[in-house]
């Protein structure tokens, strides 16, 4: 039996097809921000509490990512910010050409691009879409080895977010184990231990933010 390896040529197109839609989304100085982690790990809590305190001065787009359904799109839509959603149907991950997609139905200029990828830490790390930067968010439940059984996606992303801090208490996580691991996946990562639950760490977040998006709006690609 012969076997061909096709993931390297969509790979390839998926990249030139990124390439497309971030000259796109840099046209308008918009900072595009690919969240991606485990279903669960609190990413729609976390986009809430972002876009709740820079809706007010950034003009905010979040696309969603799910396989089915808009559950979340309804949850983020009662801040009143566009939404666009994707259902993927078969796929574990957004790619390029689906954010190529939608791109059409982008008709105002947005400061602040949010991506909720589909819950997932294995494929949306291997296709980029566009985005300026991956934000990885693991929740202390997951475990605090995740680094290093999940790599590719903490050594791809810019920052990482520690989400559910509020439960460090009940669940064997180690903040210093896990934190070794991101450093030695990526030594340049900036981490944040945060709980979108209760707000906790979340002043830090806002400022690391706040500084992107006046970066982004001087027209600086990163
Ligand atoms: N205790 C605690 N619970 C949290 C925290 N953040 C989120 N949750 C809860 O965790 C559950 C999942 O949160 P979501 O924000 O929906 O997670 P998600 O990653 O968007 O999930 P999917 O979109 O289904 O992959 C919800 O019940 C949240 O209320 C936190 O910091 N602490
Ligand atoms: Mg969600």
Not at 5 to 27: G, H, M, T, Y
Not at 35 to 61: C, D
Not at 160 to 186: H, M, Q, R, T, W
Request: with cysteine; aromatic share 8%; charged share 30%.
């Amino acid at each position: 039996m012969r076997k061909i390896n096709i993931l390297k040529p969509i790979l390839v197109s998926n990249k030139q097809r990124a390439i497309e839609n971030r000259k796109k989304f840099d046209s308008m100085n918009s900072l595009v921000i690919n969240i991606i982690a485990s279903p669960g790990a609190g990413k729609t809590s976390f986009i809430y509490r972002v876009v709740e305190h820079f809706k007010r001065n950034y003009r905010v787009l979040i696309i969603e990512g799910d396989i089915r359904g808009q559950v979340d799109s309804e949850c983020l839509l009662k801040l009143k910010v566009d939404v666009i959603q994707i259902n993927t149907l078969t796929e574990c991950h957004l790619d390029a050409f689906m954010i190529a997609q939608v791109l059409p139905k982008i008709k105002k200029k947005y400061d602040l691009v949010l991506v909720e990828n589909v819950g997932n830490l294995v494929c949306p790390a291997e296709f980029e879409i566009g985005e300026d930067y991956k934000l990885a968010i693991l929740s202390t439940p997951e475990g605090d080895d995740k680094p290093l059984k999940y790599p590719l996606l903490f050594h791809l992303s810019k920052v990482v977010v520690i989400n559910k801090c509020d439960l460090l208490p009940y669940v064997d996580f180690s903040l210093k184990k896990a934190k070794a691991g991101f450093k030695k996946e990526n030594p340049k990562i900036k981490i944040f231990d945060v709980s979108a639950k209760t707000g906790k760490g979340f002043e830090k977040v806002y400022r690391f933010l706040e500084r992107e998006l006046k970066v982004k709006k001087k027209g600086f690609r990163r």
